[in-house]
Nanobody, 124 residues
Framework: QVQLVESGGGLVQAGGSLRLSCAVS????????MGWFRQAPGKEREFVAA????????YYADFVKGRFTISRDNTKNTMYLQMSSLKPEDTALYYC?????????????????WGQGTQVTVSS
């Protein structure tokens, strides 16, 4: 069993910053790649960023490049998403996810472990 718990969401003005955290417990080796997804009301869940736990290789969706930074601290079994220059369209429920395979993946179905989500609201 792998448990993922997100934190750090909240309300922020456009142009502001937030840092999301995802704490991993249980069979942590079952999450070779960790990712962030988001889902806005009425929209499909979409890929935001991912990181390979072993070497820190990162992957980003085009719409967050240069604004968001994903990282991990294996000593703390925690993954982070630093979000800057936030826009109202970044408003969504942000999910942490993990998959056992070490290859990159960009679709929700490729991930087997999920957190409950943390809400990010960006006001204009």
């Amino acid at each position: 069993q792998v448990q993922l718990v997100e934190s750090g969401g909240g309300l922020v003005q456009a142009g502001g910053s937030l840092r999301l955290s995802c704490a991993v417990s249980g069979r942590t080796f079952s999450s070779s790649v960790m990712g962030w997804f988001r889902q806005a009301p009425g929209k499909e869940r979409e890929f935001v960023a991912a990181v390979r736990r072993s070497d820190g290789t990162t992957y980003y969706a085009d719409f967050v490049k240069g604004r968001f930074t994903i990282s991990r601290d294996n000593t703390k079994n925690t993954m982070y998403l630093q979000m800057s220059s936030l826009k109202p369209e970044d408003t969504a429920l942000y999910y942490c996810a993990g998959r056992a395979s070490a290859s990159a993946a960009y679709t929700p179905s490729a991930y087997t472990h999920w957190g409950q989500g943390t809400q990010v609201t960006v006001s204009s």
